[in-house]
C-alpha cells in the first residue's frame, strides 16, 4: 500500500476535526485514506494518537456545539483524587446547556445541565467544566469520604517551592456557592455533606481518610501539617498532631520506600522522639479494614499521654 502524505503538524499525533485539518491544508483525499481512523463523525484519529484524555476530549468538544468535557472526564483532566466509580470505562463525557439536546454520537457520553459562565474553562485549547462544577458533577456516584478528599484537594494551600501555584484551587465560600446555585442536583445531599468534613491542610487522600476514620473513632481532631516547633530551632510539619498530647502522625506512602526518604524519615524520628513526642507512622496496610489498625496505633499514643474519650 502507498504511504500517505504526512499530515500538517500536529494533526499526525493528535486526534482532530475535519475542519481543522482542512483549514491546515489537507485534502479531503487524504482525510478518507485507511490509516486514519474515524472516532465519530467529522474527527480523524491518527494511526498512532496521543492518549492524553484531554486531547481525546478535544475535537469531540469543537464539533458539539456549546459543549464541554464534563464528569468522569474532566474528573481525570483535572487529575483529582479519590475514587470515582466507572471513571475508568470507555466513552468521553460531554455536557451541554439543558436548553439543547443532549449530545449524541459515537465514543460520547452525553449530559446536559445549567451552566453558569464561569463554571467552563479552556484548559490547554481543551473546554472543561471547572474543578469545583467537576466536584459536584460527580457526587452523584461518589461516597461522601470520597468527595471530601476531592474538596481537601482543592481547599488546600499549595507550596509554592514545589508546585507552580500559590493560592488553592478554591476556598470553601467557593465550594458552598457551587451547592447553592444548584441547589435539587443528583448527589448534593452528599456534597454538603463532605463540604462539612472537608478541612484545610491535608496534603493527600491517604491523609484525608485517615482524618476521617480517626474522626469516626471518637478520635480528637487533629492540627493538619502545622508547622511544628520541637526546640532547640528544629521545627517539622507533621501530616497531623495534637500538640496538647506530643503525639504527630504521618502517612508515609510509596515514596516513603526511597533509600534517600527512608534517612530523612529517621532523622524525623530522631527529632520528635528527642523532644518527647510519640511519631505514629502509618502506612498503606494499616489503612485496611476501614483503618483499624491505623486508629488503635493512634488511640494508643493519646491514651499513653492521658487523652481519654469523653
Known amino acids: 500500500m502507498k504511504t500517505p502524505r504526512p499530515l500538517p503538524a500536529p494533526l499526525g499525533l493528535v486526534p482532530f476535526t475535519l475542519q481543522e485539518a482542512l483549514d491546515a ?41 456549546f459543549s464541554a468535557a464534563s464528569h468522569a472526564t474532566a474528573f481525570l483532566i483535572w487529575d483529582f483524587p479519590g475514587f470515582l466509580p466507572g471513571s475508568s470505562a470507555p466513552g468521553i463525557h460531554i455536557s451541554r446547556p439543558d436548553t439543547m439536546a443532549i449530545p449524541r454520537r459515537r465514543g460520547v457520553i452525553g449530559h446536559v445541565g445549567q451552566f453558569f459562565d464561569d463554571e467552563i474553562t479552556r484548559l490547554d485549547g481543551v473546554l472543561v467544566t471547572t474543578r469545583t462544577r467537576t466536584w459536584l458533577d460527580c457526587a452523584r456516584k461518589m461516597s461522601i469520604d470520597e468527595l471530601t478528599v476531592v ?81 532547640s530551632g528544629i521545627v517539622r510539619e507533621p501530616d497531623m498532631a495534637y500538640p496538647e498530647h506530643r503525639v504527630a502522625v504521618e502517612y508515609e506512602g510509596a515514596v516513603h520506600s526511597d533509600a534517600a526518604q527512608i534517612v530523612r524519615d529517621i532523622a ?43
Open 25 to 65: 491544508g489537507a485534502s479531503r483525499r487524504r482525510l478518507r485514506h485507511r490509516s486514519l481512523d474515524v472516532p465519530s463523525r467529522g474527527i480523524r484519529l491518527p494511526s498512532e494518537p496521543s492518549g492524553a484524555l484531554d486531547l481525546q476530549a478535544r475535537p469531540l468538544t469543537l464539533v458539539t456545539q
Open 151 to 231: 474538596a481537601d484537594h482543592l481547599l488546600r494551600h499549595p507550596r509554592p517551592a514545589f508546585e507552580n501555584r500559590s493560592a488553592p484551587y478554591a476556598s470553601p465560600e467557593q465550594l458552598a456557592k457551587m451547592l447553592d446555585r444548584h441547589k435539587g442536583t443528583p448527589g448534593i445531599r452528599k456534597a454538603r455533606l463532605a463540604l462539612e468534613q472537608a478541612r484545610i491542610g491535608a496534603d493527600s487522600g491517604p491523609e484525608t481518610r485517615l482524618r476521617l476514620a480517626l474522626g469516626r473513632a471518637g478520635l480528637p481532631e487533629p492540627t493538619l501539617n502545622a508547622v511544628t516547633v520541637l526546640g
Open 268 to 310: 524525623r524520628e530522631e527529632d520528635f522522639n528527642g523532644a518527647g513526642w510519640i511519631l505514629v507512622r502509618i502506612s498503606k496496610r494499616h489503612m485496611e479494614n476501614d483503618a483499624r489498625a491505623a486508629v488503635a496505633k493512634v488511640l494508643t499514643a493519646l491514651a499513653g499521654r492521658g487523652w481519654q474519650p469523653n
